[in-house]
Each structure stands twice: as structure tokens, then as C-alpha cells.
């Protein structure tokens, strides 16, 4: 019997080298493949070395796009789905509710496909009203078009279940740590093991980056305050909180692969400031690695972290402050507090898991048979 083969398409592609959604196929892929499936994995060619034909089993397609805040994704999903379309995929999971709009390229082939919505993206503050009324077009042709909807936290399947009445899977993102010694990236960067504060994100308004630099003058100490990211349509926005900030505060820009393993394998905590989204991966990632999380305190964050962090208002930047002041004063409860993290994820956020709740959605799909989630996104008995 031949392998079921599946495409995964609306990322920037693998390897990671951007965010939550390149993040999720990296780590599907492989393990899909090992699961027995043929994976494609649709990449842009402004992101992906070109060389780049296969990656850890899967076949990796590389088409363009146009160049763009509001181009750049539409654009190449619209390409991919094009090129999908005549290859005959079993299935497809397509990430981006923005990517809602192309999926009949795709049932036009007779392709059954799931999509993830991720989180709500028209309440993102990088969006101007034109990008607003997108996604909220978007997230209802996101309940009518696709045949499975995947929502990534049980708030999210709650809003799309009560807003709209449509049913969807939960799968959440996972991680599987790798923790590495502190020999390469710290030294270059001038840093200590567990003397240093760590945030991990896209610098956009709606993740406030600017508010944990001006939290960060309030705290006192003299541990680094290492900020991770970059994004591709926003320097202005960097340049405003970059710019004469806080001498302790580091901007070494995105980091990935062994350097970000490494930085969070030795944080003293972890700051995740996001106020859109479900389940973060940079939060679980962080989980995972055992670091002490101080967290905004939203309704996805107590979801993911529960009592295994510490919770701030980020519109309170002398909250957040303090708590940096406890975890540098109290390292030991710091600790403490990242053990039960890590324990935390290890439970419920594990990638095999990820991959088999997948791999479940893929054949049911590619069988022509409804995957209905039941309570908090159990498939039914009607899945394998």
C-alpha cells in the first residue's frame, strides 16, 4: 500500500527561521514521515536556501511571493495551492486563517484539507483596518471552506464554537528539549548561565517588546535583559524601543536552531509579554526547557502555564519589574518554578503527541470521513 501523501503549506517554510507556524512544520514533518507518510512542505524561495529539496524525509517545494506586508502570505499560498492542486496530495493542512480564502484551489482538486487558524489574528495591532476586515472575513470563510478547522487552544475552539457555531480540533504546539552547554552562543554574547532574563518573540506592537524594555528600566540589578526577534515590516516600531534603551538590555536579533536551545537552556526566566495568539510556542518551548516563566496575564497563558508561572499586566510595567527583582533576588524559587514548567509540558505538551494527533486528522481526512472533535478536541470514535 502506498504512504498517504500530505501537503503542509501557508508557511514561510523549514527550516525554522521565523516563527510559531515554521516552528510547527519543522517538527510535524519529520515526524509524519517517520508515522509513514510522504510530507511536502510548501517554503518560500526569499526564505529558504534554494538549494533546500529535502528536509529530515520531507520533500520541500520552493515558490515565490510578492514582496510585502499584505502580499507576502496570500501570494505564495496562493502559488502553493495552485501547485498542489495538481499532485494529487491525500490531504492538506494549510496554517493562517488570512489563507482561508484560497482553500477551494484545493477542493477544486479534491483535496480535503484542515486548517489552523492559529489565534485571532484581526485583533493584531500590526493590522490597519484593511488588514482587520481581512481576517475577519478570514475567520468566518475559516468555518465555512475547510473540512476540518484546528484551533490550538481550548479558548480559541470556545470562541469559534460560540461566535460561529463551528466545531474544531484542538492540537496545541509542543516541544522536545535539547538542552546544550553554555560554550558557544553565551560566551559571544557575554553572558552567564541563569544570570540573564530572556524574551523570545516577533517584535511587533501586539507582543510588546516595547513595554518589556521600559518595564525593564524599572528593575534593578545589572543581569542582562536578552531580547530575541526582528520582524520583516516593522523598523520603525524597532527602531522606537531600540533605540537609547536600557544599556543591560541586548538585542541580538532572531536567533534559531542550537543558539536559541542554548539561550534557553540557561535563563534565569522567561518573559512572554504576547496579548494575541493560543498556545505559544515560544511559551512551551520555554515551559519545556525548564525556565522560571513571567507571563501577561491573559486567558491562553494561564491556559498553557496554570500555576507553573508567575503572571504580570503588561500594561503594569512595574509589575513586571518586580517580578524580575523576585526571580533575580530568589533564584532558587526561580527554579523551583521552572521545574514545575518543565514537568508542565512534558505532560501536556509533547510533539509525538502533536504528531499523532495529526496523523489521526490526516487519514480520517484522506478516508472521506468527518473528524468531529469531541470535548476539548478529542476526535470521536468516528477517527482513527
Not at 94 to 111: C, D, E, H, M, Y
Not at 348 to 369: I, N, P, Q, S, T
Request: net charge positive; hydrophobic share 45%; proline share 7%.
Amino acid at each position: 500500500m502506498r504512504p498517504l501523501s500530505i501537503a503542509l503549506l501557508g508557511s514561510r517554510g523549514v527550516p525554522s527561521r521565523y516563527g510559531g507556524y515554521e516552528t510547527l512544520m519543522e517538527e510535524l514533518a519529520p515526524r509524519l514521515v517517520a508515522r509513514g507518510f510522504a510530507v511536502t512542505v510548501y517554503g518560500r524561495t526569499h526564505t529558504v536556501r534554494r538549494r533546500v529539496r529535502r528536509y529530515r524525509g520531507a520533500r520541500v517545494v520552493l515558490l515565490p511571493a510578492l514582496r510585502g506586508k499584505h502580499l507576502e502570505t496570500p501570494s505564495h499560498t496562493f502559488f502553493s495551492l495552485l501547485h498542489a492542486g495538481g499532485e494529487r496530495f491525500d490531504a492538506a493542512l494549510v496554517v493562517n486563517s488570512a489563507n482561508a480564502l484560497f482553500l477551494p484551489l484545493l477542493r477544486a482538486a479534491g483535496i480535503p484539507t484542515a486548517l489552523n487558524v492559529d489565534g485571532i489574528e484581526k485583533r493584531r495591532a500590526k493590522w490597519g483596518v484593511f488588514g482587520r476586515a481581512v481576517y475577519a472575513l478570514s475567520e468566518r470563510l475559516a468555518c465555512q471552506l475547510p473540512d476540518a478547522l484546528v484551533t490550538d487552544a481550548e479558548i480559541i475552539r470556545r470562541h469559534y464554537l460560540e461566535r460561529y457555531g463551528a466545531p474544531s480540533v484542538v492540537i496545541a504546539y509542543g516541544v522536545a528539549p535539547r538542552p546544550l552547554p553554555p560554550t558557544r552562543l553565551l560566551p559571544r554574547l557575554g553572558l552567564a548561565s541563569r544570570r540573564y532574563f530572556l524574551y523570545v518573540s516577533r517584535f511587533e506592537p501586539e507582543n510588546n517588546p516595547h513595554r518589556v524594555a521600559a518595564a525593564y528600566r524599572q528593575a534593578g540589578g545589572d543581569l542582562p535583559m536578552v531580547m530575541v526577534g526582528g520582524a520583516p515590516y516593522a523598523q520603525a516600531f524597532i527602531r522606537s524601543f531600540t533605540e537609547g534603551a536600557d544599556r543591560r538590555i541586548l538585542f541580538p536579533g532572531p536567533i534559531y536552531g542550537a543558539g536559541y536551545r542554548e539561550l534557553l537552556s540557561h535563563a534565569l526566566a522567561y518573559v512572554q509579554a504576547t496579548e494575541v495568539g493560543g498556545t505559544h510556542p515560544a511559551l512551551v518551548e520555554a515551559m519545556g526547557y525548564g525556565n522560571c516563566v513571567l507571563a501577561n496575564d491573559t486567558p491562553e497563558h494561564r491556559e498553557v502555564a496554570g500555576d507553573a508561572a508567575r503572571y504580570f499586566r503588561v500594561d503594569d510595567p512595574a509589575a513586571l519589574a518586580a517580578l524580575c527583582d523576585w526571580a533575580r533576588r530568589a533564584p532558587q524559587e526561580a527554579s523551583a518554578l521552572g521545574e514545575r514548567a518543565a514537568a508542565r509540558a512534558h505532560a501536556r505538551y509533547g510533539w509525538d503527541e502533536v504528531a499523532d494527533r495529526y496523523a489521526a486528522l490526516f487519514a480520517a481526512l484522506a478516508r472521506g470521513r468527518c473528524y468531529n472533535p469531541g470535548v476539548g478536541g478529542r476526535a470521536d470514535a468516528d477517527a482513527p
